[in-house]
């Protein structure tokens, strides 16, 4: 859920190995100076206090996926690569104690001017979805609407780190780019409906700067190895929920489109329960 021009239309983009650290250094000045204009073009669509599993448009209120929604009332709850924290926030409005974080200060900084337009406040934290800076079994609920999951290169790591924050039969929610968007041109028209690279090809995609630094980067890994990197973890896999694009919704996220949504699967949402 970048920006529109983070595929298609980017200047110097290819498909590149490229290591953990320097994703994270790039990506965080990335989002650092694109938060604004995300903002800007996503928010509405978003809401200020309101859990949106992704571009498809369902909410939480209508999918239930973080479970009943009575036990959310002082449960403790964590939001890894919330962005502007607009997913915390409606959970901290059913009454949850909310951590929200994110790997870039800039995100951050819209998340705080939100809460302060929403009146309604969570707590904030920056750090890499890969450390989180908290105690073991800490949270009741580990929550992600397309933050993090995409952006790491060691999806394996990130599942340890949400398993171990989690209490036993604790719940992690995280959804994520569908893994099949991989093998298409990430564009919303006829073109994206056209295979053309292979959905087995981890290569990570790369748009780099003049100098050939990196500028942007997203990780795939295929479903098979998103469950294989949650079971190793020691979470249980509960649902595997691909929204089905829902015909009130005739907007257009970057390669998320109605045209593309009817026929392909734009969003698989992990649901994980810790053993
Ligand atoms: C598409 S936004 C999702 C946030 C929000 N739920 C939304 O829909 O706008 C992706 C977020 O993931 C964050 N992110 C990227 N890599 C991360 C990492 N390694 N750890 C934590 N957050 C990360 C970005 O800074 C950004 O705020």
Do not use: K
Not at 16 to 39: F, I, K, Q, S
Not at 106 to 135: K, N, Y
Not at 160 to 170: D, I, K, Q, S, Y
Not at 192 to 208: H, Q
């Amino acid at each position: 859920m970048s920006g529109d021009d983070t595929w298609a239309d980017a200047p110097i983009a290819e498909r590149a190995p490229v290591g953990a650290r320097e994703t994270a250094d790039a990506n965080r000045r990335w989002w650092d100076a694109e938060a604004e204009d995300y903002l800007a073009e996503h928010g509405a669509f978003l809401g200020d206090v309101e859990l949106v599993w992704g571009p498809e448009g369902w909410a939480e209120a209508e999918l239930g996926l973080l479970g009943d929604r009575s036990a959310l009332s002082g449960a403790t709850v964590l939001e890894i690569g919330g962005g502007a924290a607009q997913g915390g926030r409606w959970v901290a409005a059913q009454g949850a104690r909310v951590v929200s974080t994110d790997l870039s200060g800039g995100m951050l900084a819209a998340a705080r001017t939100v809460s302060r337009r929403s009146g309604v406040d969570v707590e904030l934290a920056q750090c890499d979805a890969c450390v989180l800076p908290f105690a073991e079994a800490a949270f009741d609920i580990v929550l992600t609407a397309y933050g993090a999951i995409p952006f790491v290169a060691d999806s394996a790591r990130l599942l340890t780190e949400v398993a171990r924050v989690l209490r036993p039969g604790g719940r992690a929610v995280l959804s994520t780019t569908h893994p099949i968007r991989w093998a298409f041109p990430d564009v919303p028209g006829e073109a994206g409906l056209t295979a053309t690279t292979s959905y087995f090809d981890r290569t990570p995609y790369v748009e780099r700067e003049p100098d050939g630094s990196v500028r942007y980067t997203e990780h795939h890994r295929t479903i098979g190895d998103r469950v294989r990197d949650a079971v190793a973890a020691g979470l249980r896999v509960v649902d595997l929920v691909e929204p089905e694009w829902p015909a009130r919704n005739d907007q257009t996220w970057g390669g998320w489109s109605p045209l593309r949504g009817r026929l392909l699967p734009g969003t698989l949402v992990l649901v994980l329960e810790r053993s």
